[in-house]
């Protein structure tokens, strides 16, 4: 028996794959039977929800929502750089006058820095006034420097013309007069010693007096050798040197005046650049000082007019939308931020956000009806004036999928019950028929490009083309093709406007173009991937193709569908080749996956068609192939439902 066993579970993992089958012969097998005993002396129209076409008057509009405005009015806008901290603020709904305090925004660090600032700007202006005097001192320093050395070369020019045109011809004149001086006294030696050896000889001298004048002579010769010597050296070497001298001293002169001029001159070109720096700087800090106070001074905002004040976080058109924190004491604010809203006319004006589906329809100089959550009762009328040309960016800021365009509604009233930032709606009047046939939105289907309703007439569902104009998301008007009191399906099916076989989604391109041809070689490729082997969980379990509620089916997501033939055929068979324990799980499976496509009507339906089984046939056994062989109940799926119900 255990081999029998075994060799049985061996061969009922086989047919696992098709235990699909077996569920679509017990859903086929409950739905004849409900069908037959239950709804078949019912109209088949009977049940399905439906709309009686009416005419009359229909109004095309667009409703959004939005605030209301000031049409004039003034912003008044943070103006202290970075961020800082409201210190005090007025109370939202106060009128104040023009100079009345609106804000108080916290200065304290920059008193602080007022003060550093104010020593920055001393310090700055002492330097200034320092780099002034240094460059008049380097300016006064460097005329000075080149007068001295144009001194020194007029000098050295006139040293040099002193020598060769006035102390040369003397220094020669009188070693010219030395020698002949010398000359002189040498003949007058020689004259004397010849005097005197004449009368030594007639014994009126002594020997010693005629030595004496011997010895005049020889100085006397000395002498003149000297003088003559100093002459020849004057006029050879000592006027040569001199002269060198004298020209390398007006050269070093000229020189010394050039060097002066260029040193002088960047002397005083840098004296002039610290002075420049020095006075930027100083006027640096000034302006650095005066924007401090200024900064400090717009800390204070006063009102620029008469008027209420609206904070900007109140109203939803200004920076500070609903996602912003409201003013009050304490909150920090930053740099051009909207503050306050201070209305400057009575005229107002409903700023809405309208949603890109609507833009086909409202356009400029459209009438619209605003009516205010805070005004009951009360309707306004107004013209569209605005359209702004491009998506609220704050709106795609915080959700990129929604793109809604502001547009302003000038409201003509005067009324002083509306005050900026109070909700309102705003119905913009796309269009208004006077007398026209209309049906809900949902019964128009478009098939093959063309407006579709199915008519109930007699119990009989018929297909019908027909002309559609503008519809106001609830209802649609029909030209064309519908008389007033024919009744059309609320719900029509679905796969009446799905794709025929072989036909190409609109604007899908020509399978022979050369996109097409990319994405096929893609698909090729993916599809020669190694796939998941067949038997992996959940995949032994999976419905045939072609069953109801299967992706890739007509049947999927629209409920039930009834197998073909051959399907239920191949289906009882397998289900009669199954042991009661694999009928058990096939059915539990069945039911869970049958009941998790179904809709929520036939969901109901079924629920109601198991009751009445459970109140004609008691506890006694399912119908048909609800029972496996043996007629053991419990492979009829009556436990509790799952999954939805």
Not at 71 to 77: L, Y
Not at 333 to 354: C, G, H, N, T
């Amino acid at each position: 028996m255990t081999v029998n066993n075994s060799k049985s579970n061996g061969s009922s993992r086989k047919p696992v794959k098709l235990i699909g089958a077996a569920i679509l012969v017990a859903a086929v097998v409950l739905a004849v039977i409900w069908l037959k005993a239950v709804r078949g002396g019912e109209d088949p129209t009977a049940m399905m929800a439906t709309f009686a076409a009416r005419r009359g008057p229909l109004m095309i509009s667009v409703l959004e929502s939005g605030a209301i405005k000031a049409k004039e009015q003034e912003i008044i806008r943070n103006e202290v750089e970075g961020r800082t901290t409201i210190v005090e603020i007025i109370p939202e709904g106060t009128r104040v006058k023009k100079g009345d305090l609106l804000l108080q925004l916290d200065a304290s660090t920059m008193d602080d820095e007022l003060i550093d600032q104010e020593i920055k700007m001393k310090n700055a202006e002492a330097a200034s006034v320092n780099a002034e005097e240094a460059l008049a001192i380097a300016k006064n320093q460097a005329k000075s420097d080149i007068e001295l050395a144009a001194l020194t070369l007029k000098f050295a020019k006139q040293d040099l013309d002193v020598y060769d045109k006035g102390q040369y011809p003397n220094l020669v004149t009188s070693a010219e007069a030395k020698v002949q001086e010398a000359n002189e006294v040498l003949t007058r030696a020689i004259e004397t010693r010849k005097w005197s050896e004449t009368l030594y000889k007639e014994k009126y001298l002594s020997e010693t007096e005629l030595l004496a004048d011997r010895l005049a002579v020889t100085k006397s010769q000395n002498s003149l050798t000297v003088t003559e010597n100093d002459l020849k050296l004057l006029k050879e070497y000592t006027r040569r040197r001199e002269i060198d001298k004298l020209v390398s001293d007006v050269n070093q002169a000229e020189m010394a005046l050039e060097r002066t001029n260029r040193k002088a001159s960047a002397n005083v070109i840098q004296a002039q650049a610290e002075r420049d720096a020095k006075e930027q700087e100083f006027k640096r800090q000034i302006t650095k000082l005066d924007k401090l106070k200024a900064q400090i001074a717009k800390a204070r905002v006063l009102s620029p007019v008469d008027g209420m004040v609206v904070y900007a976080t109140s109203s939803r058109g200004g920076f500070g939308r609903q996602d912003r924190q409201p003013l009050a004491d304490g909150v920090e604010v930053w740099e051009r931020q909207e503050l306050i809203y201070i209305p400057k006319s009575s005229s107002s004006v409903a700023e809405v956000d309208v949603h890109e589906a609507s833009l086909d329809k409202v356009r400029a100089g459209l009438p619209a009806i605003v009516t205010v959550d805070a005004l009951p009762g009360k309707k306004f009328v107004g013209t569209v004036d605005r359209i702004a040309p491009l998506p609220n960016a704050q709106s795609m800021w915080m959700n990129p999928d929604l793109k809604v365009y502001t547009t302003n509604i000038n409201l003509e009233t005067l009324d002083e019950g509306l005050r900026s930032g109070m909700s309102c709606k705003a119905e913009i009047i796309v269009e208004e028929y006077k007398s026209v046939v209309y049906v809900p939105v949902q019964t128009v289907l478009r098939i093959n490009g063309q407006p579709t309703v199915f008519v109930v007439k007699d119990g009989v569902i018929g297909e019908r083309k027909v002309e559609t104009g503008l519809d106001n998301n609830s209802m649609i008007a029909v030209l064309s093709g519908l008389e007033e009191g024919e009744v059309v399906l609320m719900a029509p099916p679905l796969k009446a406007a799905a794709l025929k076989p072989g036909e190409r989604i609109s604007g899908g391109g020509d399978a022979n173009d050369a996109t097409s041809r990319r994405i096929s070689e893609k698909l090729k490729a993916a599809n020669e991937q190694p796939r998941v082997p067949a038997g992996t969980p959940d995949q032994s379990m999976q419905m045939p193709a072609g069953a109801p509620g299967q992706p890739g089916t007509p049947g999927a997501g629209q409920g039930f569908q009834m197998p073909s033939a051959d399907q239920m055929e191949a289906a009882r068979k397998q289900f009669e080749s199954m042991t009661p324990e694999q009928r058990q799980e096939a059915m539990q499976k069945m039911r869970q996956q049958m009941e998790s496509n179904m809709t929520p009507e036939q969901r109901q339906q079924m629920q109601q068609m198991r009751q009445q089984r459970r109140g004609t046939q008691g506890e006694g056994g399912g119908e048909g192939g609800a029972r496996g062989p043996g007629g053991r109940r419990g492979q009829t799926g009556e436990s509790q439902p799952q999954g939805g119900q």
